[in-house]
């Protein structure tokens, strides 16, 4: 059985052709999604470590002053886009609720951000729909 690519790489992938093909929406849908991602796996700070002082005392070299990263599996990861995907559904759902051009505008904008990323995570062997 082969699988698919990872969230990830699907994300960038689809990024690379929507930046190809100046698609503002898709373009949209990926880069939001993978900031998703990128928060997801951020470390809340311990504030009593991290306190300003003197430059002289300031960490020093690229990367130097990163944190570690929770690693989440690749299930988390779909789970946590096939979240949004349902996030941005309900949230078009609303905008077409308020029954005004601008609002079904917008609703069709989000909803279709909503399904470039259902197109995405399908190409990593996961049926969410």
């Given amino acids: 059985m082969t699988t698919g690519p990872t969230i990830r790489e699907a994300l960038r992938s689809e ?6 093909s100046r698609d503002s929406v898709r373009v949209s849908a990926c880069r939001s999604a993978m900031s998703l991602l990128d928060n997801a796996s951020a470390v809340p700070l311990d504030e009593s470590r991290h306190r300003a002082g ?9 990367g130097a002053a990163d944190g570690a990263r929770r690693e989440l599996t690749e299930d988390q990861l779909r789970r946590l886009v096939a979240d949004e ?22 609703a069709d904008e989000v909803y279709a951000q909503a399904e470039v990323l259902a197109e995405v995570l399908a190409q990593t062997n996961d049926v969410t729909r």
């Fill in 15 to 20: 990024l690379t052709r929507a930046m190809k």
């Fill in 54 to 62: 003197a430059v002289e005392q300031s960490a020093v070299g690229v």
């Fill in 85 to 106: 995907i349902v996030t941005l559904r309900a949230e078009a759902d609303t905008l077409r609720a308020l029954d005004g051009a601008a609002g079904s505008a917008r």
